[in-house]
């Protein structure tokens, strides 16, 4: 178990599935007793992670690999290294795709490599969804509060 420490769900999305699965998380996370909250990375600037210690992020990939459009100044500010020494962050990323686009949850996937190479520590491996993420969804949300409240 990890010791205890608020959850920010942070969620990029182009059709409202990240958006939608961010608010589930947030509502386990609360029936848990796990203090959280959910913000649309379009009103989160990438420096803002310097002040979190653990955020799950939520994130669908558009077309080749590009982040939603309203995620895209997050993910390029990651991406382009502009937000560096994250030693103190802890993070899961749960990335949302389609496999018939050659850089499946290419988004999540940069974002992942980014955070790591900026310090922060992967708590739980990245997960990649398809075009039907429920089960997958349910997998990393499962595996995410058995780290956060294991006695649930």
């Known amino acids: 178990m990890l010791d205890p420490k608020p959850l920010l769900i942070l969620y990029g999305t182009e059709t409202g599935n990240a958006e939608d699965l961010a608010e589930r998380t947030h509502a386990r996370a ?3 007793g796990i203090e ?17 210690e653990r955020v799950a992020i939520v994130i669908s990939t558009w077309g080749e690999g590009d982040p939603p459009d309203e ?4 993910c390029e500010s990651l991406w382009n290294d502009e937000v560096t020494g994250l030693d103190n962050l802890e993070y899961t990323i749960c990335a949302l795709g389609d496999t018939g686009y050659d850089d499946f949850c290419g988004c999540g996937r940069k974002i992942d490599e980014a955070l790591a190479r900026n310090g922060a520590k992967n708590i739980l491996t990245r997960k990649e969804c398809d075009v039907d993420f429920d089960e997958a969804y349910e997998e990393w949300a499962d595996e995410l509060f058995k780290l956060l409240a294991p006695a649930q």
């Open 30 to 32: 609360q029936e848990l």
């Open 36 to 52: 959280s909250r959910v913000e649309n990375v379009f009103n989160f600037p990438a420096e803002n992670l310097k002040d979190a």
């Open 71 to 74: 995620a895209t100044d997050f």
